[in-house]
């Protein structure tokens, strides 16, 4: 199974692909970043839907994790979140993925241990998980530990499911 996860945001949207094999054993397929800063806000949020089209053609993932809006102190920054989120939404949706949504919490448990750590924390361990070799940018480790965050939850189901299958 080939898994996209997202970061979503205004000024840079991280991106990255992930396989899991039928051992659960995880691999990156590639990973980055849509650079939007700089530009008006609404071409930003074309450029993200656009862009995100282009990685979904690049590399055919099968299944989609974003991550779920927190709420931030500054309202003008929660808005245009959710609007670069949304444009991200609709590129996975208009490919006809499933999405997944899971909350930064989750997403640094099942990637670092615990739901509080810091973003040097996540790039080290996605490193690791991954078996990269070197860190990546903070945006790009986000969305992959979004994907492995998926690529585990999706493992449990699959578990639960021959179970009750039983």
Request: one cysteine or more; aromatic letters at 4%.
């Amino acid at each position: 199974m080939r898994i996209i996860g997202i970061d979503p945001g205004s000024l840079r949207t991280g991106y990255g692909v992930i396989e899991v094999d039928g051992r659960g054993r995880l691999r990156s397929v590639g990973y980055g970043c849509l650079m939007v800063a700089g530009r008006p806000f609404l071409e930003r949020i074309g450029a993200i839907h656009a862009g995100l089209l282009e990685v979904l053609a690049e590399f055919r993932p099968d299944e989609a994790a974003i991550e779920a809006v927190f709420m931030a102190r500054n309202a003008d920054s929660a808005l245009k979140l959710g609007q670069a989120r949304g444009a991200a939404l609709v590129a996975l949706l208009q490919e006809g993925l499933p999405v997944h949504e899971y909350t930064a919490l989750q997403i640094k448990k099942a990637a670092v241990g615990g739901g509080h750590a810091a973003k040097e924390q996540v790039q080290h361990m996605v490193r690791i998980l991954l078996s990269l070799s070197e860190a990546p940018q903070a945006d790009a480790a986000d969305a992959l530990a979004c994907a492995v965050c998926h690529a585990h939850h999706a493992g449990t189901r699959a578990v639960w499911a021959q179970g009750a299958s039983r």
